[in-house]
């Protein structure tokens, strides 16, 4: 059994916690939190179980790295505090451990990434013997090992698209989604997730990744942008009213260009209701779902649609996420310390689980 341990029990955490109790080859052993609040809680109870795990979560990050965990969920934010992640989880890889997370889009294409990012890693990696691997869903195995196993089965391939189709109301971050993402704001505000060059820097690693394991090189890297505002006010269950005329609905592609054409599409479609943008893409029925587009011969489409916590997409892609990064772990501890990415760590079948029960 691999030692393991999930830092951080946020909307990723606490499904991270429910994974590796799952996993057969994995014994979770510590949890660590930075709210008071749920220093000493179940680890159970963190993760909505409804049983104890016999885990109490702490905030000593000290004591749980100096029990030399096998592995390490590191499921903190990253996103506003890359220079805290990255400092956190190389001291985890200092530790011995090997690292999973989805919270550094800087390294989901790890050749490519900053050279003080990546340097950093591996100085740590050979110093402590521990190894890094960075994936999600999208970025992550929707735009990196999903559609290049889907090419795999095409004779002849013009287009690779990649799409996320989500409502936003389900989502579990209503600041997120009214301030990163616009929804709700006049459509004179500038979101900050799609500020020009911040999708490249988030989903361009993708768009490298797919062009180096199809041997294709990339002239550049674009991106595209579309809003749309509410024709009427709605209603929201989770986030109350958005006025009319305000942004309900976002979409914008990131392209990676070869012979002068964009081949290799990244697109998000984004809406805070049914209602707006309704001749954009949709997905087949409920909120939200991921998509994989073939253009060639033949033409091939793939969607995917999870759900966990009561039928919720957001919470089913987040698991799903979970579930890719918790499954390399066997394999990083048996491979040589350094850093990976999605074309180096195998998609597995989920070899001992079928049928298994959670005692």
């Not at 994974?19 to 994995?26: E, K, Q, S, T, Y």
């Not at 790890?110 to 110093?127: G, T």
């Not at 929201?236 to 309900?248: N, S, Y």
Request: with cysteine; charged share 25%.
């Amino acid at each position: 059994m691999i030692s393991t341990i999930v830092w951080g029990t946020g909307n990723v955490g606490r499904l991270a916690i429910r994974a590796v109790d799952a996993h057969p080859g994995l014994e979770l052993t510590a949890v660590l939190v930075q709210n008071p609040d749920k220093v000493g809680r179940d680890a159970g109870d963190l993760a909505g179980l409804g049983r104890d795990l016999g885990v109490a979560a702490t905030d000593d990050v000290g004591a749980v790295l100096a029990a030399r965990p096998g592995a390490v969920v590191y499921a903190a934010s990253g996103e506003i505090r890359p220079d805290d992640a990255l400092a956190d989880i190389n001291r985890a890889i200092r530790a011995g451990a090997v690292v999973v997370t989805p919270s550094l889009y800087a390294l989901y294409d790890q050749l490519n990434a900053p050279p003080e990012m990546r340097d950093a890693v591996l100085d740590a990696a050979r110093e402590g013997g521990g190894s890094l691997f960075v994936s999600g869903v999208d970025p992550g195995w929707g735009n990196d090992v999903l559609p290049l196993l889907v090419s795999g089965l095409g004779s002849t391939i013009d287009v690779i698209r990649c799409q996320e189709i989500f409502d936003y109301s389900t989502y579990d971050q209503e600041e997120s989604v009214r301030y990163l993402v616009g929804m709700g704001q006049p459509m004179d505000y500038e979101p900050p997730m799609v500020a020009p060059t911040i999708p490249t820097m988030v989903w361009g690693g993708q768009i490298r990744l797919m062009a180096r394991a199809l041997g294709a090189e990339l002239d550049e890297i674009r991106e595209t942008l579309d809003r749309r505002a509410l024709d009427t006010t709605v209603s929201t269950k989770t986030m109350g009213e958005f006025e009319a005329g305000t942004q309900g609905a976002l979409r914008f592609e990131v392209q990676g260009i070869i012979g002068g054409e964009p081949r290799i599409v990244i697109e998000h479609v984004t809406r805070i209701h049914p209602s707006c943008a309704p001749d954009w893409p949709t997905p087949p029925d409920g909120d939200g779902a991921h998509r994989v587009v073939i253009e060639g011969v033949p033409r091939i489409e793939v969607t995917v649609e999870a759900t966990d916590e009561g039928g919720n997409r957001a919470a089913g892609g987040n698991a799903t996420a979970v579930g890719r990064l918790v499954s390399a772990i066997d394999w990083l501890v048996e491979a040589e310390p350094g850093l990976y990415d999605a074309l180096d760590v195998p998609m597995r079948p989920a070899a001992g689980k079928l049928g298994r029960k959670n005692a």
